[in-house]
């Protein structure tokens, strides 16, 4: 099989990280038990969906564990009650992770029959011919990555597929997976928020003793940069921590964030949300945030984050970090 390295590839066909807000359907779809949704499930991703829709999104993000596949369910019944819905967005979903089968509560599986079991699974669910993105969603150490290829290829040819990213993988893991892939990868998807920060961290934190607080494997996200990889942040809002969230025991940089983040809000005449997910947008990696909520208030109240992003200054961007780090930086 030819291999699409990073070179020839990504680089070579111009590909840009593609920044725009993305709607993640995680919260769609009731609990996580095996209870069945509702009708109840299927009007609040409609509601969902249509937010998202006014806020200028139109890329939305599953994975067939999310919800134990509900999260796909409903959001086919909207899609299918919904005439040229279809037409009007793109949808992702991810595969790779199993839950509660063979004894264990999870483990990963990214071998070839595995991943067109559940691709067929979610496009079944999905009530949809194909999916404009499958993401390979934790690194699977048994992967093998000419067996990717060879599913990865076929659901293509099928036209199941039409574009490959993955999820929580370092650059070095997508090199070795580009090296037998005939498409380029075209997003990673990482959690990645300004309370969530190794990412960043990790960047100035070289040759610096605390760097050592930070897992993130350094050079990720020039590496995505490089070969025009989208950096999708999940989590992006921090699960709305900085924005009204109720916290047990507040740090006392989580306090100083929350008022920073509310007076900046204030001063820009927008809201919270889009300040958070400004910020992200702002670094030059051209970061597309991740929306998990499934209140249409607070999703519309994110529409405004690229408008944010151009118009927050430099010493903004900056006085956001250290408010949350709550030190300096070196």
Not at 13 to 36: F, R
Not at 173 to 181: A, K, P
Not at 280 to 308: N, Q, S
Request: hydrophobic share 45%; glycine share 10%; aromatic share 6%.
């Amino acid at each position: 099989m030819a291999a699409v390295s990073p070179s020839t590839g990504a680089r070579a066909q111009e590909l840009k990280p593609q920044q725009e807000l993305i709607y993640g359907c995680m919260g769609l779809g009731g609990s996580w038990s095996a209870e069945p949704y509702s009708s109840a499930h299927v009007d609040e991703a409609a509601a969902a969906v249509d937010a998202a829709l006014a806020a200028g999104i139109t890329l939305f993000d599953h994975a067939d564990i999310y919800r134990n596949g509900k999260s796909e369910a409903v959001f086919g019944e909207v899609l299918a009650g919904t005439a040229g819905l279809r037409e009007k967005i793109r949808l992702q979903t991810k595969c790779g992770i199993r839950l509660g089968e063979q004894g264990l509560e999870a483990y990963y599986d990214l071998s070839r029959e595995g991943i067109l079991e559940r691709v067929n699974e979610s496009l079944a669910r999905l009530k949809t011919d194909y999916v404009d993105v499958l993401m390979l969603h934790r690194p699977d150490p048994l992967m093998d990555p000419a067996e990717v290829a060879s599913a990865v290829g076929q659901l293509m040819a099928e036209g199941k597929v039409r574009a490959l990213g993955v999820s929580n993988m370092s650059g070095a893991q997508i090199e070795v997976l580009q090296d037998r892939l005939e498409t380029p990868v075209v997003a990673n998807q990482l959690e990645m928020s300004l309370l969530k920060r190794a990412w960043l961290e990790s960047t100035v934190l070289v040759n610096h003793a605390e760097g050592t607080d930070y897992s993130f494997p350094h050079g990720t996200v020039e590496y995505c940069g490089l070969h025009g990889i989208t950096l999708q942040a999940y989590g992006a809002l921090a699960r709305g921590l900085y924005t009204g969230a109720p916290a047990a025991t507040p740090t006392p940089a989580e306090e100083a964030t929350t008022a920073f983040v509310a007076a900046l809000a204030a001063e820009k005449n927008t809201t919270g949300e889009s300040v958070l997910l400004g910020w992200l947008m702002k670094h030059p990696a051209g970061i597309a945030p991740v929306i998990g909520t499934a209140k249409p208030e607070r999703i519309r109240a994110c529409a405004d984050a690229a408008g944010v992003a151009a118009a927050m200054t430099r010493a903004e961007w900056y006085r956001l970090w250290v408010t949350a780090r709550g030190s300096n930086i070196p």
